[in-house]
């Protein structure tokens, strides 16, 4: 089970990213997928999540309206469209699988970690 991040960058108050997680080594279907973002000097934190068998998803309460998890079965991805981003979103963003397909944001359940991506928001 291989996860790739990627897609972090710095932006300023207001702007958006698309973070990519492309997934390789196991069937999709079979998972849950999250994304995760740990600040500095705090803890990881749950932030959107897609079973990808039938598409249901989750978010945390302080980025719904504002994210957009997704997912592009040609090319084996798992996307998180961030829209009207604050400083408080600064972080490094983690995607995670779940094999239980549970898709709840708890970092425990998630099995397999991809490496994070920066996501800096600042003017």
């Known amino acids: 089970v291989q996860l790739q991040a990627s897609g972090g960058g710095l932006v300023q108050p207001g702007g958006s990213l698309r973070l990519s997680c492309a997934a390789s080594?196991?069937?999709?279907?079979?998972?849950?997928i999250g994304w995760f973002r740990q600040a500095p000097g705090k803890e990881r934190e749950g932030v959107s999540c897609?079973?990808?068998?039938?598409?249901?998803?989750y978010y945390a309460d302080s980025v719904k309206d504002r994210f957009t998890i997704s997912r592009d079965n040609a090319k084996h991805t798992v996307n998180l469209q961030m829209n009207s981003l604050k400083p408080e979103d600064t972080a490094v963003y983690y995607c995670?699988?779940?094999?239980?397909?549970?898709?709840?944001?708890?970092?425990?359940?998630?099995?397999?970690w991809g490496q994070g991506t920066l996501v800096t928001v600042s003017s």
């Open positions: 995670a699988a779940d094999p239980r397909a549970y898709c709840r944001l708890w970092v425990t359940e998630y099995d397999y």
């Open positions: 080594g196991f069937t999709l279907d079979d998972y849950a």
């Open positions: 897609m079973r990808y068998s039938d598409g249901a998803t």
